[in-house]
């Protein structure tokens, strides 16, 4: 069975963010990226597969520029067989993203596709969504548990409240959440191996894939500085200001 | 920040990458329980065989006998990444293989590596090297343990002292007489834990906490001959060429606790507030940080400068030397100024500072002394 499992570069999640002055986006120029780490989760959870013997083949893609191919790299670092790198320097947004990976998925014919629910960045959790829909397959979000049988995965979710448990048929699309395993660090034996991995790279041209976007961004701003807290002399006063000025109570 | 370590021209694609796993591995595996393992002075002996797990112990050895292939530039990453921890005793003890190993791998015959190589390199067994002595530390031409032939063993007698992993490994590499007087008089010989007439004593220490320094004695100890690393008499210049690699290591190692202790002093300066403002609003305050990050970036582009030349196939020992003081007189500035902007805290047990001060002393004498570093240094520049 072929897995095929998505990974963005992304601001790795130790940098602090600076929003650009003209307020066009963050700061990207000198920025230490990372793959996004539920995308990690996703390489690791495909990697488990491969070695239980449930899966013959991992294949990891990537959408972005050039460098994009380091974070390909890492996948094959934690033992993905092989990357597919869609080269391109325009913004790609998550429905181009669904697209282009649903072109993949018609190329490649996998039995599951992972993906991070989300990534770090925009934190849109969209794409795993409308690739299963794009593609007509089933789909099992928030993963916490994924278990494949016979033609069929049992997929444990996070959702409010609790835990919800689905089965879906093969093929199928599978988001992951955090709690659903702890990625492994690539051994340096191993990020020496990857070097000799071959690497596909494609434009979305190729693909026949229109990617240019559907949203515009307006501006982006800093989340507004957290107030000091402050201290009060009575219960009374605490009461009146959580009623009158938190509206909490 | 412009202390970012690991980038530049001198690092490569899978330096970047060995240095993200060896970020998350110190931060999962060591920081959480540093502090502890420095109290209770020891760490556990699995960690040597997550370390091996991650590519750490078999860097630079050959790979036949487990080893991983890398340059300098890895060994950097290395122990700049370890350093983040700020346990030194820990990076020594965890690594003390880098020390006891590379004249086996050298010099070695095949029985002997593929006894010692394999086990250690795959965090199995811990190896040692043995060379200071009760009687006089950093002249290893003059050491007075002896190991007389007899038949098809030699007989070890004698003591060694501050010896990095001295009570746990199981492969000691030590210096011993087996010739005559002087440098041309010196073998290398491999001792295993278990023989007879070999015992250990642990000692006591300002710093390196975690580890299990000790003073070892041999009393008419019997080791079989082919236990010889190299040739025999020919144990000096094997020793001095240990010593090339060993001071660059220490070199990155300290310029890599300066780093920490100046992060940690920054992000107090940054949160701590006196006379209504924070710390490093105070023009003192921040000066003396702009002090800490000048040495620190001077002795990193030192340290990528030699371990480059050394690439190409120089010996710059006189820059080697050099290079090892500037280090260790960056971490003891560093962690000065560090543990004082911290003030009372950092006389109190617990940060990073407070423990790396207690560790600058142990680099400024250990793997040669600040004193003969000058010396060698002046030597080797003709004076």
Same mark, same amino acid.
Request: with cysteine; proline share 4%.
């Given at each position: 069975?072929?897995?095929?499992? *998505? ?64 974070? !390909? ?10 990357? !597919? ?108 191996? *990857? ?55 | 920040?412009?202390?970012?370590? =690991? ?9 970047? *990458? ?67 921890? =700020?346990?030194?005793?820990?990076? *020594? ?142 144990? %000096? ?10 001071? !660059? ?83 003891? %500035? ?9 003030? =009372? ?39």
């Amino acid at each position: 069975m072929k897995v095929i499992v *998505a990974v963005k570069r992304v601001v790795d999640y130790n940098v602090k963010i600076r929003v650009k002055a003209d307020k066009t986006g963050v700061e990207l120029s000198n920025v230490k990226m990372s793959m996004n780490p539920f995308d990690e989760i996703g390489v690791e959870e495909a990697v488990r597969l491969k070695e239980a013997g449930v899966a013959s083949e991992v294949v990891a893609v990537s959408i972005g520029p050039a460098q994009a191919q380091e974070t !390909i790299r890492t996948a094959l670092a934690m033992g993905a067989d092989r990357g !597919i790198l869609i080269k391109t320097d325009e913004e790609v947004q998550p429905l181009a993203v669904a697209k282009l990976l649903k072109a993949v998925v018609e190329a490649e014919a996998p039995q599951i596709v992972i993906l991070g629910k989300q990534a770090i960045d925009d934190d849109s959790n969209q794409t795993g969504q409308m690739l299963a829909a794009l593609l007509g397959w089933a789909q099992g979000t928030f993963a916490s548990k994924v278990a494949l049988g016979d033609g069929k995965a049992t997929v444990t979710r996070e959702v409010d409240g609790g835990l919800q448990t689905v089965e879906l048929k093969l093929p199928a699309v599978v988001t992951t959440d955090l709690r659903l395993n702890e990625p492994r660090y690539a051994s340096l034996p191993n990020i020496m191996k *990857a070097k000799k991995k071959p690497i596909d790279e494609k434009t979305p041209a190729d693909l026949g894939v229109d990617i240019a976007p559907r949203l515009k961004t307006l501006k982006v701003e800093e989340p507004p500085k957290r107030q000091a807290g402050r201290k009060v002399a009575s219960v009374e006063e605490l009461v009146q200001a959580l009623k009158n000025e938190a509206g909490v109570i | 920040m412009t202390l970012e370590f =690991g980038v530049g021209p001198f690092y490569r694609e899978e330096h970047r *990458a060995f240095q993200a796993s060896m970020r998350r591995f110190v931060e999962r595996e060591i920081m959480p329980h540093v502090e502890a393992w420095d109290e209770a002075g020891e760490f556990p002996r699995d960690l040597y065989r997550r370390a091996a797990e991650v590519g750490l112990l078999g860097l630079g050895f050959p790979e036949e006998h487990g080893g991983v292939p890398g340059d300098l530039f890895h060994a950097i990453v290395a122990a700049q990444e370890l350093a983040r921890a =700020g346990a030194g005793g820990l990076s *020594a003890s965890l690594q003390s293989h880098t020390i006891g190993c590379p004249p086996i791998a050298r010099l070695g015959s095949a029985d002997l590596k593929a006894r010692v190589l394999g086990p250690v390199l795959r965090g199995e067994k811990i190896s040692a090297l043995a060379i200071t002595e009760p009687g006089g530390g950093s002249d290893v031409a003059s050491l007075r343990t002896t190991a007389r032939r007899e038949g098809d063993h030699y007989v070890v007698n004698g003591a060694k002292t501050f010896i990095t992993s001295g009570m746990r490994a199981d492969f000691y590499t030590v210096a011993v007489r087996t010739g005559g007087e002087g440098m041309g008089g010196v073998s290398l010989l491999l001792i295993e834990r278990d023989r007879p007439g070999f015992t250990r004593t642990l000692l006591k220490k300002m710093g390196w906490w975690a580890s299990d320094t000790a003073s070892l004695h041999f009393d008419d100890c019997h080791v079989p001959v082919a236990n010889l690393i190299g040739e025999e008499n020919a144990g %000096f210049r094997a020793i001095m060429l240990n010593f090339n690699g060993e001071r !660059i290591g220490m070199a990155a190692s300290c310029n890599g606790m300066a780093r920490a202790a100046y992060e940690e002093a920054l992000a107090w300066a940054r949160e701590r507030r006196t006379f209504g403002r924070a710390l490093v609003q105070h023009q003192v305050i921040r000066h003396k940080l702009v002090d800490m990050a000048m040495r620190i970036g001077a002795t990193q582009a030192y340290l990528e400068q030699t371990a480059w030349r050394v690439m190409q196939g120089e010996n710059p020992i006189a820059d080697i030397c050099m290079l090892k003081n500037q280090a260790t007189q960056t971490m003891a %500035f560093v962690a000065s100024e560090a543990v004082q902007i911290l003030g =009372g805290s950092g006389f109190m047990r617990g940060p990073k500072s407070e423990r790396i001060y207690r560790e600058v002393k142990v680099n400024a004498i250990g793997g040669g002394a600040e004193e003969i570093m000058k010396e060698l240094a002046s030597r080797h520049l003709g004076w």
